[in-house]
């Protein structure tokens, strides 16, 4: 089991940067493929981005391709989302999650962190 803690959200103008982190528990994060979901008010949840278990493969939302890039650091078990050129319709609640070996979905989520872009 994991436990996924995001930070890093906040307010910024469009056109800014943000960059997420994702505080992961225990001593197995490299055993779990992850991925950055995000949900706007009234709109369903959505795939960001996905990474490996090592990081060697990533993969990205139409809508975020060549603005956001996805990383890992399995030393430090944390997940990051570097996301530039922001839109106001990125705002959004951001979570990350875990899926064990890449297996299946993902069984594991954070509790959200708030990102807003203001036009």
């Known amino acids: 089991q994991v436990q996924l803690v995001e930070s890093g959200g906040g307010l910024v103008q469009a056109g800014g940067s943000l960059r997420l982190s994702c505080a992961a528990s225990?001593?197995?994060?490299?055993?779990?493929?992850m991925g950055w979901f995000r949900q706007a008010p009234g709109k369903e949840r959505e795939f960001v981005a996905g990474?490996?278990?090592?990081?060697?493969?990533?993969n990205y939302a139409d809508s975020v391709k060549g603005r956001f890039t996805i990383s890992r650091d399995n030393a430090k078990n944390t997940l990051y989302l570097q996301m530039n050129s922001l839109k106001p319709e990125d705002t959004a609640v951001y979570y990350c999650?875990?899926?064990?070996?890449?297996?299946?979905?993902?069984?594991?989520w954070g509790q959200g962190t708030q990102v807003t872009v203001s036009s």
């Open positions: 999650a875990a899926n064990l070996l890449g297996v299946g979905g993902y069984n594991y």
């Open positions: 225990g001593r197995t994060f490299s055993r779990y493929a």
């Open positions: 990474i490996s278990l090592s990081g060697g493969s990533t």
